[in-house]
């Protein structure tokens, strides 16, 4: 909301935008580079509200039932859960490998993946690089290394971008698996996946993890 308003973060169609284009782009252009001709730039904003509105309506009815606690609907079979929870894999895969990410993130963690291969956990942190991220992390990207080096992949290649950004994907089926049980205990598996989707399909989570790549 603080990104419709014109406050805090860019609108996050400027930063799928930057984020598929090598050259800087400045939020001043922005408007001309969306604006298709056919598509107006308030009817972009009205889009987006559309979509907020949807999703705080949503919320507010699952919030609600989960307060009630009646027990809720239940699945008949967990098919629904395996498209639900495939299709959101699915597609932070593909949107993963399509979109570079944020360029300055995305060769930082390639550069630690490589210095942390090649000078060890031990020794990282006393090089003359900069390293904010604790060494929790710093693991996770050596064993991406290690599997980029397995699979030949290119330290440039979009593979090894979608590599980097798999432990965030992850941790986001992760997340809508945690929402969907503990929604299922207290109103029903039917809700339980109504929440885990508003969390898995949400375009603010999918644009964090998938297209911009933090970790």
């Keep these: 909301l603080f990104s419709l308003m014109g ?4 609108d996050f169609l400027f930063i799928i935008l930057c984020s598929h284009r090598k050259e800087q782009i400045s939020l001043q252009n922005f408007r001309e580079l969306v604006s298709f001709g056919w598509i107006e730039w308030e009817v972009i904003m009205a889009i987006q509200l559309t979509v907020c509105a949807v999703y705080a309506v949503l919320g507010i009815v699952l919030c609600w039932k ?9 699945l008949q079979s967990s098919l ?3 498209f639900l929870f495939g299709g959101a894999l699915a597609l932070r895969l593909v949107m993963g490998a399509a979109f570079t990410g944020y360029e300055t993130d995305m060769n930082t963690f390639k550069a630690w993946a ?8 031990n ?5 003359d690089v900069f390293l904010d991220y604790p060494p929790g ?10 599997l980029r080096q397995f699979l030949g992949l290119d330290v440039s290649g979009s593979g090894f971008t979608l590599l980097i950004k798999l ?9 809508g698996w945690l929402l969907y049980r503990l929604t299922e205990k207290k109103a029903g598996s039917y809700l339980g996946a109504l929440a885990a989707g508003l969390y898995l399909f949400c375009p603010a989570v999918l644009i964090n993890s998938t297209i911009w790549g933090q970790a």
């Design 7 to 10: 406050e805090g973060p860019p």
């Design 66 to 74: 989960v307060w009630a606690g009646n027990g809720g609907r239940r």
């Design 80 to 82: 629904p859960l395996l």
């Design 114 to 121: 490589g210095l942390v291969d090649s000078l060890g956990m």
């Design 123 to 127: 020794n990282i942190y006393y090089s």
């Design 137 to 146: 992390y710093l693991t996770v990207l050596w064993l991406l290394e290690k």
């Design 167 to 175: 432990p965030s994907i992850l941790a986001d089926l992760a997340c």
